[in-house]
C-alpha cells in the first residue's frame, strides 16, 4: 500500500501552506485552499491506497477548499468520495446547492465536479475515494450530492457506516482476497444504499426491469468469471435473455460484456499473484486459473489496465514485502 501523510498549524508560516496545499492536490487531485484566518487554522491529511480505493482521513478548520471548473482538467478520470465525518460542521456548495454536513452523516460525493467547502470549526471525516467506472458498473447515472443519516435508529446509515469503519481500521490486515470481497460488499451497500433508493437519477430510458436483468448478469459473471469457457452467449442462456439484450443492457451503463468479463478475471489475476499460496504458480498457470485460454492475451490486457506486466508487478510487490 501506498499512502501520504501531512500536517499542518497556523504558527508554522506561508511556505507549509502551500506545502499543505500541494499534499491536498496529491491526495485528491487539483484544488484551492483559501485560509479564513492567519491566526487560526489547521489540517491534516492521512491517505492509503489499495486496489482502486484511496482511504483517507482528513481534518482541518479554519479553511475553504474550492474545486473549480480550471481544476477539472487536471483529472484522468472521474471519482466519487465516500465520507464518514466525526466532527464538523462542513458547510458545502455545488450546482448551486448549499449543505450542511455533520457528524452521524454519511456523504457521497463527485469529487470531479466544482464545489466549494469550507468550515471555521474543526471537520474530521474519514473517506474512501471511488473511480466513477466502479459505481457505473452498478448503476446506470449518479448524482454528484447524496447525504444518509447514519445516526442510532438509521439501519442504512448504520450499517453504512459501521462497514467503513471495519474495512478502514483493518485495511493492513485483510488478506488480498478478502480485501477484493470487501470492497465489491462496500460498493454494492453503497449504492444500493444511497443511490439506487434515489430513482430521480435514473435515465427515463432505464427500466428497474433492465437495471435487474443487468445486476443478475453481473452477479453471474462475478460468480463464474474463472470458468475459460464462459461468453455473452452462455451468460445470457444462464440469464434467460437474449444475447442481444444482454448487451443493451451493459451499453446502458457505457459497459462491454467481454470488457467486464476480463475486468472481473484481471482483478482475480492480481489477487492470485499477490496470493502467497499461488508463490510457486507461473504467471501462465495464473492466468489459466483465473479464467484466460491465452497467456499472451492475459499480459496484453494486464498490462494495458495496471500499466506493468504481470510478471513486473509480481516482482515488485515481492520486493517491496522483503523490504
Known sequence: MSGISFSISADEGRPKVEAWRHTLCQAFGPIEVGLNSREDFSGFVRTYKRQELQFNEICYRGQTLERTAQNLAGFDQEYFTFSRPVSGPLYFEQNGGKFTVNSGTLVLLNQTSPYKAFTNACYHAFSVSIPKKLLLQRAPQIGAFYKLDAVQGSPRGQLLAN????????????TEPEFMALREQLLDLIVLLMVSDKSKVMSSEESSIKAAHRERAMAYIKYNHRNAQLNPQLIAGACGISVGYLHKIFQAVNLRVEHFLYSQRLETCKTLLLDPQYRHYSVQQIAYQSGFNHPSHFSRLFKEKFSVSPSDFRAA???????
Open 163 to 174: 462497514f467503513l469503519q471495519c474495512l478502514n481500521e483493518g485495511i493492513s490486515g485483510w
Open 317 to 323: 510487490h515481492k520486493e517491496a514485502a522483503q523490504d
